[in-house]
């Protein structure tokens, strides 16, 4: 599974960052690829997230991304986590995680992250000790066949 998730979300390597799109080579964020992969390896999405502002994140209440990836993932404890699971991100504490992307292959010692990148497309950089630290939960796609 975790290949065929690796696959789908390298096929969305260059596609422009665009708030709200989740479609390859023509624009997503980072929702947005986690929701192209998806539909790429299951077919359909499970459920439509709405629509939502660029400040979600601030004006919203609770933590929707984080509960959302309980409902429709298998939780990994961050040791486990391989290239192919979905990785949250919180930029503070308390406040609810914001970004999320798809752990790409080692460079060397390090794990790659797959990400919309605002303002730019999606990317695979290298999983920093600063984004490392940022990690609000790690999540396997369940084989559903």
């Not at 998730?5 to 997503?28: D, E, I, K, N, W």
């Not at 499970?46 to 509960?67: F, I, K, R």
């Not at 961050?78 to 699971?85: S, V």
């Amino acid at each position: 599974m975790r290949g065929r998730v690796l696959r789908a979300a390298r096929g969305f390597l260059g596609t422009p960052y665009r708030h709200q799109g989740s479609r390859a080579g023509v624009g997503c964020d980072c929702l947005g690829l986690v929701r192209g992969v998806w539909r790429e390896v299951y077919g359909t999405e499970p459920e439509h997230p709405g629509p939502y502002s660029a400040d979600w994140a601030e004006t919203g209440e609770g933590d929707p991304m984080l509960e959302a990836a309980r409902r429709l993932f298998r939780e990994v404890e961050r040791g486990d986590a391989r290239p192919g699971d979905l990785v949250l991100f919180r930029w503070r504490e308390g406040r609810p995680a914001k970004h999320c992307g798809l752990l790409d292959e080692a460079e060397g010692e390090r794990l790659r992250l797959i990400h919309a990148y605002e303002g730019a497309a999606v990317v695979s950089s290298l999983l920093t000790p600063g984004w490392a630290r940022r990690i609000a939960g790690c999540f396997q796609f369940i084989d559903r066949s």
